[in-house]
């Protein structure tokens, strides 16, 4: 029973991801990291001052840009997928087939976090392409002279996944649960909006004086937390944090609540569009 479940899974998430490649969702995952190491490009170019470490510094700018443009691509993201199985009775269909509810719900559930990888591994990929072209237009920048930071690399965006994965599984939640494409994606830009303006009132109430206040409040929303500082900044004078903070710790143990909650839920709903 056990093995025909795992089979199940493999089958539905195979053709979950065969059926999102053609689909926008798939494109935002590869032009999301595009879009953001351009930025950071365009910033290296104009910069006056050359880097010293340009590795380093580049990885960790193109992860700060990524991490503030991350809960806005993963809410339309997760809207993109699901949206899918609404059109012509998709989710019907679905469930006609002569396999276990779980097995559908966690396959798209694990293709959408497929998703999340492969735009971070696009991002490595992009970021070792054009560094080489950077130094071309600006020779000073030593690319090529120095070796490729992966450690940094490896820190930051594993970071950017493990931050993510609160998002996906709430928004998840929500669309399937609200049939509508609009609703959710309005849920989610209004958890992620809220905490920037309760902290833009207090700092005009002048109740926010301090930056550690400002970012414990945008730590705590597990939707603004990939865009606090000390989610993307690596740690002063070579000390050591761990992977996995305990605030990240907290936001991965309520998400897997909710993923079992949803699954549940899942389970029971008799209707589907």
Known sequence: MKSLFITDFFNIYRGEWLKTRKTLAFWMAILF???CTILVSLK???DKQMPTEPWPMFIKQVNNVMSFFLPFFLILMVSFTTQIEYKNHGWKQLYAQ???RLSIFLGKYLTILSLMVVSVIFALIILSGLA???QLIRPGLNFTDTSFDFVTFYRLFIHTILG???IITLQYWLCIRLRGFMAPIITGVFFTIIPIAYVMILGIAGLLKKGKEVLKVFE???YSYPFS???HMMPANNATTPIVPDILQFHLGIAFAILILAAIDNHFRKVYA
Do not use: A, E
Request: net charge negative.
């Open 33 to 35: 990291p595009f879009f």
């Open 44 to 46: 290296f170019l104009g």
């Open 98 to 100: 002569p396999v276990p």
């Open 132 to 134: 080489p072209i950077l």
């Open 164 to 166: 993510g994965i609160f």
């Open 220 to 222: 705590y929303d597990p």
């Open 229 to 231: 500082s000390t989610f």
